[in-house]
């Protein structure tokens, strides 16, 4: 058995940790090593905005992507033997469980246990528990206990619980609203499609209107699984029974009552961040469905926020007849731009401008600035809503089934990856390689290499891996050379950073530049095959640019249809600093801050990764 001290951060160790990160909240860990009583009591607190810690046997803790990971270090340690070892307080259920092959494992959303990236974070044992194969008999063996914080004030054994956790959750996804702050009377809607049609019975008499607003009490479930037990694969609990518990978010769509005069307002769009397929079908949906408001003062922010304060670039008056065709092109019509965004001297000119309504249209970062322009319009009592509609083909948006323009992405990848395909088949030990986009979160590679079903090897930021080793990446490489005459890799950009040189480089909204992980990994598998004296025909595609500059396909369209429409609708509604999705299917609006608290990642252990792996054969990279 191991002691605590092996286990160990201190109290102490912890707290100053919660001095680095400014905390918001407190876990606790309590760790039974014999007996009933804890033996290790492990208090850290929770950066809010990154709730995700990492532990170590020597006891440090640092911020990271992964969840709170603590592991044991000692020869005899079996972490198979001792599932008892670990309880929780205040703590969704921890995962314990050797590495498996990045399947298989117990345990909530465990990530690979493998995550051997800087071994002095990351303990490990050298257990002989583990793999059947004689090769993977001696490999460290790291053993994760992952918990997700719950609130603390959140008592489990009170049969009041759930209606806490259910008020608070409410609160949370509240939809902050102009009247909030300020006194403004709702009106009839002038949204009503029925008006413009025969009215009529007939006879003169005018029909009864259908009633097609959406209700302000309308809500839709967020979570749609009722997981049996925490081990269920992929579950998400919220206490350590894994109970049901309804979470309801606001359903989007237009109101009976809204609180602009359409004939006063003046309507701003603005896109910023990368390119993105879809661009133009939001751009375009938000100007019709303003018009049908009445709203008769539409503009263009050009290029993102810095349109806000480069002078040289005047604002472009929108209509249905300037937006009518511009789905047919990809890209945007206003332009787009990363960086330069000074909140109060956006504010300063959204009021210069006489702006009431402002659509923004972009990813976390574009989020974050819209949130504090909302704050700011908040604190100088401005009437003036802004409404979001996320825009990121990397997908990687909290809470939502999918971002627009993440679908037509995963299509066009299909085709580079169907060309790196060809090309390997029909050479002599052939080897494609295609970089796909995907700063921090792996699912445009993910899904292109489940849709294509040509990738052999599928490498995500999510799932660290190594390429050297008997369980490296080349290693793979040989044997699907020798098994199969030739292999296509699909690589996420952010994936394997960590075996490139890091630069401290950042673009203009601070996104760290990433290395080039595709060009590394060309070369090392062109060396390595050199090195081993087996032929291997190389070949690289970079369809990253190609892919993000199309139109949307079908699916997105309708997509941005929908969410151009509702981002209207909510601004009618009076809310602000919220943004449009789809949950479960159906549309909602959630605030800000729930969206963009972290980047959404593949889970590693839910069924998409592993259904992922199923289809490429791959085995754990580590
Ligand atoms: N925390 C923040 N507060 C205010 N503005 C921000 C913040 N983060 C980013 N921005 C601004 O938002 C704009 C877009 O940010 P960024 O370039 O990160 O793209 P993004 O919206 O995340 O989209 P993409 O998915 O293409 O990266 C930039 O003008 C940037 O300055
Ligand atoms: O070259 P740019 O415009 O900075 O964009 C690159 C980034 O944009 C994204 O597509 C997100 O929009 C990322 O996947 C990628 O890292
Ligand atoms: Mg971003």
């Not at 619980?161 to 300020?182: A, G, M, S, V």
């Not at 609990?237 to 009552?257: F, L, N, T």
Request: proline letters at 5%; charged letters at 20%.
């Amino acid at each position: 058995m191991v002691s605590p001290s092996e286990v160990g951060s201190t109290e102490s160790q912890a707290a100053r940790y919660a001095v680095e990160c400014r905390t918001a909240y407190t876990i606790s860990i309590r760790l039974f090593l014999a007996g009933d009583e804890p033996e290790a009591l492990w208090t850290v607190e929770v950066d809010s905005r990154s709730p995700w810690l990492v532990g170590n046997s020597k006891g440090g803790i640092r911020r990271s992507r992964s969840p709170l990971s603590l592991f044991l270090s000692g020869d005899s340690f079996d972490p198979r033997e001792a599932p008892e070892l670990f309880e929780y307080w205040n703590l969704q259920k921890m995962a314990l469980s050797p590495c498996m092959n990045g399947v298989g494992f117990v345990g909530p959303r465990q990530l690979d246990l493998c995550w051997s990236r800087d071994l002095s974070l990351f303990g490990f044992c050298r257990s002989k528990a583990g793999r059947s194969s004689r090769e993977t008999k001696n490999r460290p063996m790291g053993m994760r206990i992952q918990a997700v914080a719950a609130n603390q004030r959140l008592d489990f054994k009170d049969p009041e619980w759930k209606k806490l956790y259910q008020e608070e959750f409410d609160k949370r996804f509240n939809l902050p609203h102009l009247n909030d702050i300020l006194d403004v009377k709702p009106r009839p809607t002038t949204f009503a499609l029925q008006s413009r049609g025969h009215l009529d019975d007939g006879n003169g008499v005018p029909m009864e209107r259908r009633n097609d607003y959406v209700n302000h009490d309308d809500r839709t479930l967020l979570k749609v699984i009722k997981y049996s037990s925490p081990t269920s694969a992929g579950a998400e609990c919220i206490d350590p029974d894994c109970s049901w518990v309804e979470q309801w978010v606001h359903r989007a769509g237009p109101r009976k009552e809204i609180y602009f005069d359409p004939e006063d307002v003046k309507a701003g769009i603005v896109t910023c961040g990368g390119l993105c397929p879809g661009l133009n079908d939001v751009i375009r949906q938000i100007v019709f469905t303003l018009e049908i408001y009445g709203v008769k003062k539409i503009v263009g922010i050009p290029f993102g926020y810095r349109g806000f304060f480069d002078e040289g670039l005047p604002e472009i008056p929108l209509s249905r007849q300037v937006v009518q065709n511009i789905n047919l092109a990809g890209g945007s019509l206003l332009g787009v731009s990363r960086g330069g965004a000074n909140v109060s001297d956006i504010v300063d000119n959204i009021q210069a401008r006489g702006i009431d309504m402002l659509f923004v249209l972009g990813g976390n970062g574009t989020h974050a600035g819209a949130n504090a322009i909302h704050n700011e319009c908040r604190k100088r009592k401005m009437k003036v809503s802004v409404v979001c509609v996320p825009k990121t083909i990397d997908n990687d948006i909290l809470l939502m089934d999918k971002t627009f323009g993440f679908d037509t992405a995963v299509e066009e990848a299909q085709r580079a990856i169907n060309s790196a395909y060809i090309e390997a088949h029909s050479a002599y030990h052939g080897i494609g390689l295609v970089k796909l986009m995907g700063r921090s979160s792996g699912f445009i590679a993910m899904h292109a290499s489940l849709s294509s079903g040509q990738i052999d090897i599928c490498l995500i930021p999510e799932v660290p891996f190594k390429l050297h080793g008997p369980y490296g990446v080349l290693r793979h490489l040989e044997h699907l050379i020798q098994s199969k005459g030739s292999a296509v890799i699909c690589v996420a950009e952010g994936a394997g950073q960590d075996l490139l040189e890091k630069s401290n480089a950042t673009d203009a909204s601070g996104n760290a530049v990433l290395g080039d992980i595709g060009v590394h990994i060309q070369q090392k598998i062109k060396k390595h095959f050199k090195d081993i004296g087996v032929h291997a025909d190389v070949k690289y595609i970079d369809p990253t640019y190609m892919i993000r500059a199309i139109r949307a396909n079908a699916s997105d369209a309708i997509l941005c249809t929908v969410l151009g429409q509702n981002a209207v609708h909510g601004a009618f509604a009076g809310f602000s600093g919220i943004t449009t999705g789809i949950c479960n299917t159906h549309y909602v609006y959630l605030p800000i801050p729930e969206v963009i608290a972290t980047p959404r990642l593949v889970d590693p252990n839910s069924r998409m990764w592993h259904r992922c792996l199923t289809s490429t054969g791959q085995p754990d990279f580590c």
